[in-house]
């Protein structure tokens, strides 16, 4: 649906309506126009579809076309592929649908009694080997004021599922366009939001990790034991971990305070020498007992090969979790962030202290990548913003069966938490948020790589972007759609650099001529 102008669109929109509109245009049984009602899902309008479209038509003068809302589609994981809006637009660009209904409920049951269709079209395999209990409500709803059941003709069952899980189509731009229409957001006020980034004050509290690429040759292997034998080449060490989360915000133009504890050693000159050139206020408390954490990443031939990590994973002591609370306590930022990398500052006894010495006001942030951890980003209550992945989010539930969107609503109501972005990797975004009469729960933003070269600090680029955009326009639409943006941009390069605010301005003017079909 991209790439159409406004009469088009609008020519597709008008025949969308709500169960009682149609009630008023329609009227109840009996009629002189016979009306037919299909229902179904539509994540992706396919053959088998059209077929059944076309012999309800032909049993009828008006054919009215159901779906199922987002909201109850939970049969297989990433589902729906294409939200509603979008589905209902597709079903009523077809010539043989008159008109189309977005279903709220679970089941058709209640439109069916407020439309009162002459007929309710099923497929053909809903009746084989007996009518199905489900069916059964259908045809008492149906028979209590006159309506009948029509099973259509086939033997060919088409799988939107099976053809989304083999080959998904690209419809980035199309599912995005959707969305900010929906949401009344426009590229402009994109644009706007990361120009308003710049003095925003925001205080990081987490782990700091240097990240290290060594690069290597492999030159053989040794005969008499599996070992490989590789040439040193370079290394290049960068700032990780909630350190490059200061350094985004940084570059998008923030005032940055930095909290974290360090090692007394060479890493430790390196990282504030840094974080020192890119203009972040770190605040550094030195624990001569500890390292300062370094994740080393040994590759050869562009294949990574071995990491070594030199790490103490101990709880930071009281001195040191007295030093930051009292940083947190006396902090007049605009957003608080804790990035938690489970590597001494945040655990199930620190956690609590540091949440309460937050002040009054500022935006409450949190980020805990620790899937191969033991930690739980539950333990993150009542904040405005969390921002795990699906990993994350199946450790801290203990749910490895249920499919993403309920996973994320469970986290969501159990995390208390404002908003909740959930990161689906290659898929990815979900969103959830209150919903309220202008608003649904939630909504997924699909990623824009062009080529993905290190998925390593994506996520820190995205809770960046995604806190700024937070903190400037209250918008979790806006949050997620330019978290999303710098996340791939993240992606596409090898190492944990920062992220420059003029890249996702073009990477926005990029997406923009693609939903323009430019």
């Not at 609370?325 to 990398?341: E, L, M, P, Q, V």
Request: aromatic share 8%.
């Amino acid at each position: 649906m991209t790439g159409l102008t406004d009469a088009e669109r609008a020519t597709f929109q008008r025949k969308i309506k709500t169960p009682q509109q149609l009630r008023e245009m329609l009227g109840g049984c009996p009629r002189e126009k016979k009306v037919i009602m299909c229902h179904g899902t539509f994540d992706l309008v396919h053959p088998g579809h059209i077929r059944h479209l076309i012999y309800a038509k032909s049993k009828a003068s008006v054919l009215v076309t159901s779906l199922t809302g987002d909201q109850h589609i939970s049969k297989a994981n990433f589902r729906p592929f294409v939200p509603q809006m979008l589905r209902a637009m597709n079903l009523a660009a077809l010539e043989i649908v008159d008109y189309v209904v977005i279903d709220e409920n679970a089941t058709p049951i209640e439109n069916l009694k407020i439309i009162q269709p002459d007929y309710f079209a099923k497929g053909y395999e809903y009746n084989k080997g007996g009518m199905h209990p489900k069916t059964k409500e259908e045809f008492d709803a149906l028979a209590s004021f006159g309506g009948e059941i029509l099973f259509t003709p086939g033997d060919i069952v088409y799988s939107s599922s099976r053809i989304i899980d083999s080959e998904p189509p690209d419809l980035a731009a199309d599912k995005l366009h959707v969305l900010m229409a929906a949401e009344n957001v426009s590229f402009n006020d994109l644009h706007k939001a990361i120009d308003s980034f710049k003095g925003a004050k925001i205080h990081v509290v987490g782990d700091t990790i240097v990240d290290s690429y060594t690069y290597c040759t492999l030159i053989g292997g040794n005969t008499k034991t599996p070992t490989f034998s590789l040439k040193y080449e370079e290394q290049v060490d960068f700032v990780g971990g909630a350190g490059v989360v200061a350094k985004h915000m940084k570059m998008a133009g923030a005032d940055v305070h930095f909290t974290t504890v360090l090692g007394e050693d060479a890493l430790k000159d390196f990282v504030l020498k840094d974080l020192k050139e890119y203009g972040v206020h770190c605040e550094a408390i030195i624990d001569p007992t500890r390292p300062t954490t370094q994740k080393n990443l040994f590759t050869a031939g562009g294949y990574r090969m071995l990491k070594v990590d030199k790490l103490d994973n101990r709880p930071i002591s009281d001195r040191v979790l007295d030093h930051f609370t009292s940083s947190i306590r006396g902090s007049k930022s605009d957003a608080i962030i804790f990035s938690d990398f489970r590597h001494g500052i945040f655990n199930p006894q620190t956690i609590p202290p540091l949440t309460s010495a937050i002040p009054a006001g500022p935006l409450r942030i949190a980020d805990s990548q620790v899937a191969s951890r033991w930690g739980n980003i539950l333990e993150f209550q009542g904040f405005d913003l969390i921002t795990p992945n699906e990993r994350e989010a199946r450790f801290a539930l203990g749910d490895q069966d249920s499919t993403v969107r309920p996973l994320a609503l469970e986290l969501y109501k159990r995390a208390n938490c404002k908003y909740l972005i959930l990161k689906m990797g290659q898929r990815g975004l979900i969103t959830y948020r209150a919903p309220n009469p202008e608003v649904r729960s939630f909504f997924t933003v699909d990623p824009f790589t062009d080529k993905v070269v290190d998925a390593v600090g994506a996520g820190d680029a995205l809770l960046s972007y995604a806190t700024l955009a937070l903190r400037v326009t209250g918008n979790p639409v806006i949050a997620s759609i330019l978290g999303t943006l710098a996340a791939c941009l993240a992606c596409e390069r090898d190492g944990n650099h920062p992220i420059d605010p003029a890249d996702v301005h073009k990477r926005l003017n990029h997406v923009e001529k693609l939903i323009r079909y430019e």
